[in-house]
């Protein structure tokens, strides 16, 4: 198997684990916040799609997807146009509520669509590409690619186990 055809493999996964999680995501607890934590399954989903969005909008130099095709204003959240959720204090995870679960998984798959569509565009030779020295050793598109499937694959199982959990009246 070829690293393009790898990294296509590894992009589909979050796919595969959202159709899972999909399964057996109660709504009513998208905004939960189980163990008093900042993060709920909403934020977790928002989250892993907008890290996926920015990181290979960047990558490729194309608009985000939360910009191009409206999630932004379909979201109806206060945020900045690149705001991802990276940093955010505990006030700012909790006040990303989202009661449309279709919309969450919606966006998942359009921005996982896109990457996969960007990784289409690649080449082998692509993937050595340096685009960020400020880590040592240097970060490669290729290696870039794997974290961010692999940072999208950590949050979903996230979310799966609180799936698990039994809802409270508190939220």
Not at 9 to 31: F, G, I, Q, T
Not at 35 to 60: C, F, K, P, Y
Not at 141 to 159: F, P, T
Request: glycine share 8%.
């Amino acid at each position: 198997m070829d690293a393009i055809s790898l990294l296509t493999d590894l992009a589909k996964r979050p796919s595969e684990s959202a159709a899972r999680l999909k399964e057996h995501a109660p709504p009513e607890m998208l905004n939960e916040h189980p163990g008093d934590h900042d993060n709920s399954m909403a934020w977790l989903l928002w989250h892993t799609g907008r890290e996926i969005d920015e990181q290979v909008s960047e990558l490729s130099g194309r608009e985000t997807v939360w910009t191009a095709q409206g999630f932004d204003e379909r979201f109806g959240l206060e945020l900045e146009p690149h705001e991802l959720g990276y940093g955010h204090n505990p006030e700012r995870a909790r006040s990303i509520v989202v009661d449309d679960v279709e919309l969450l998984f919606e966006h998942l798959d359009a921005v996982i669509a896109a990457e996969l569509e960007y990784i289409g565009t690649l080449t082998e030779a692509d993937l050595d590409d340096v685009v960020d020295e400020n880590w040592d050793p240097p970060v490669t598109r290729g290696a870039r690619l794997v974290s961010v499937s692999e940072d999208a694959l950590e949050h979903l199982g996230q979310a799966m186990y609180i799936t698990g959990m039994k809802p409270t009246a508190q939220g």
